[in-house]
């Protein structure tokens, strides 16, 4: 593999049936990523089945089985890397907790493929799908319009899902949609072009995912740095040592910049930057780096470390799209851990302003309830200021998570309008 | 102009690293488990990495199931002297004379199983907090939807089902008295990935992951090495291969392949090339399609 290969995270969703296992097991196995024993095992499970050749489908096997049997079911990462990339899949099946699950893996995904089946078109569960890779600003989106040998790979039936797509898709804002007609059964345009569509003049689905532009999506303008944890190592090389680790959030620092620790306001300038023993003049998100400042001002863990002519906002009362993700129902007014990057506070949510309804997508100014896979605007108000920004301009300060302190789960995910 | 985008070996090593200062900062009492194989040795580099100028903030421990390659054990005093860390090892053999599990027996018998009550009292006796693995998410199915921080009951038992959800990077590990949890930094890795890591880091690695002369026994589809612990049937026979380990673990059930791989290039090659799953060599994943997520639910790595 050549050494400036990309990672790239994407998710996949799609209703039972539409064929995302088969979609999955066609990308590894085309792209020769299936070691012999995982395929015998598969081989040996299709024979048991009584399917004819391999079911590609049995190699997400694991969560299959869960479905049938109708247990909660869970994501599930899977790997695979090309020449081109190094991919992450995850895998997020179910019905029941569709939307929690999607969430998770939409959380983290570069891109999120979803699938339609060709013979159905866009249905609810596509605009569920899209609605939520919108909501989580998944940067790319790719419609793929599967079982296109059910519809002799009629590109009559490829426009109009697309024509259904954007119809409904103009409301939401997802800034780069794009449409490839397949079969993962027979592997038309899933790693090989496909013979039996010349009309189709994008790239095959592999192809896509290998040269889709990633590098700006991360935000390269707002640095921001939380800090995790504070280096004294106060040994005899490194007596006055005081670095701040962290994972750059978003945007770049340069030693010299102006900084300011927030949120006690006090200011200075970065001495040093480092990745282990090398000295960086700059680092960039998301890059895990230690900074040393040229003032010495108390900065621990939760601080957030910023160029002082780019602050986020500092805030004890937000308004946030929030997902419930779990089994026991919201208490009113009651009181929750929020974590944003390091930092923790105590908040309580003050107001349910209207929940979503999924299916339609319309707003629910009457239903205040948030129960398992709510997606509801809230009002959350905060102990103490948090530095936030807006989800839209940055997926990670502008995320927060909502913890049960009585039980200790992670009860609520939530996007910082 | 420089590229503002990190290659995908930088980015998986950022995210350990941000994962391991999550640890440092989110738990009392943490410790990386250390098995002296090369998943666990990563974990070390990339701790060394995360905490520089200062020492790892943890000490290591060793499950010793008694069963080791001397290599191994060799490997493992070494490191912890470059490091001046601190080592706890919890002793199967210690547990298995103090009446806390009984020896398998037959052909067969491992002490695979056994460890877990070792790693689990260790953990109670030392009050950790967090158990920092090597784990990664491509090894097995069961792991593929392990968490970054994944929560044990206070009987130490994993709940597949009923695991929290894990979004961004924003890790939940709060936990009540006597719970603990297992941090898997490496989770994103692939087997591949490690290779190119370790190769680009130079990290070094015990000799038994480099093809060399040893003698060893044809069973269950590889070569499992001879040593005092091997009960040998009639009609097995020692022969001296040329072989070297994908993963190192148990001697008596840790597999070797044959190989001329003697640098960690033309491992990372050969392992590009490879055609099995690394654990394909283990008989302890041979006795059942579940066996891995069994285990895990018991409390095992
Ligand atoms: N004809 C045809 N059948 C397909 C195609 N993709 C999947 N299928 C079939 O559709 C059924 C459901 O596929 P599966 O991958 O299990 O769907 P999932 O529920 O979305 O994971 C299976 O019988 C597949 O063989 C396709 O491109 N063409």
New interface residues.
Partial sequence: ?L?????LRFTTAGSVDDGKSTLIGRLLYDSKSI????LA?IEKTSKKKGHDGVDLALFT???RDEREQG??I??????F?TPK??F?IADTPGHIQYT?NM??GA??ANAAIILVDARHGVIEQTKRHSFIASLLQIPHIIVCINKMDLVDFSEAAYNEVIEQFEEFSSKLLVKDVRFIPLSALNGDNVVNRSDNMEWYQGAPLLHTLETLH??SD?N?IDARFPV??V???Q?E??RD?R?Y???IASG?LRVGDEVTAMPSGFTSSIKSIH???TDLK?A?A???V?ITLNDDIDIS?GDMIVRTNNQPEASQDLEVMLCW?NNDEAKPRAKY?I??T?NEEKAMIKEVVYKIDIETLDRNFEDKSLKMNDICRVKIRTTKPLMVDSYRDN??TG???L?D?MT???VA?GMIV | M???????L??????A??VL??V??QFQNPVILFSGGKDSIVVTHLA????????IPFPLMHVDTGHNFPETIAFRDNIINELGAQLIVGSVQDSIDNGRVAEERGKNATRNALQITTLLDAIEENSIDCAIGGGR??EE??R??ERFFSHRDDFGQWD???????????F?G???EGEHFRAFPI??W?E??VW?YINRENISIPSLYFAHEREVVWRQNSWIPNSEFLKLDEDEEVVLKKVRFRTLGDITITGGIESDADTVEKIALEVSG????ER?NRSDDKRS?SAM?DRKRQGYF
């Avoid at chain 2, 420089?2 to 995908?8: A, I, Q």
């Avoid at chain 2, 060394?48 to 020492?55: G, I, L, Q, S, T």
């Avoid at chain 2, 597949?160 to 924003?170: A, C, F, S, T, V």
């Fill in positions: 593999m050494d400036n290969n990309q990672l070691f012999e024993d995982q095992a096997d694991g969560l247990i909660t869970d994501v599930a990462y899977r790997y890397t990339r190094k992450i929690r969430v998770t959380s983290t990633i590098s991360i390269k995790q944890t280096l004294r190592p040994s090389s490194h040592y670095g680790a962290g994972r770049v990745s282990f023993t700059e960039y998301p890059m895990s230690s863990r993700l851990l974590r944003h390091s997926r990670s995320s927060i998570i913890v302190d200790n789960e992670t995910a | 420089s590229k503002y985008y990190l290659n995908y930088d980015e998986l090593e950022s995210e690293i941000y200062r999550e440092a900062a060394k990495k995360a905490f520089y100028p200062a020492k998410r491509d199915k069961a593929a939807k597949p089902k009923n695991q929290r959800p894990e979004l961004w990077n924003l939940n709060k936990h009540f989770s994103n692939t591949m990935d190119n490879m055609r099995q799953t394909g399609e997520e």
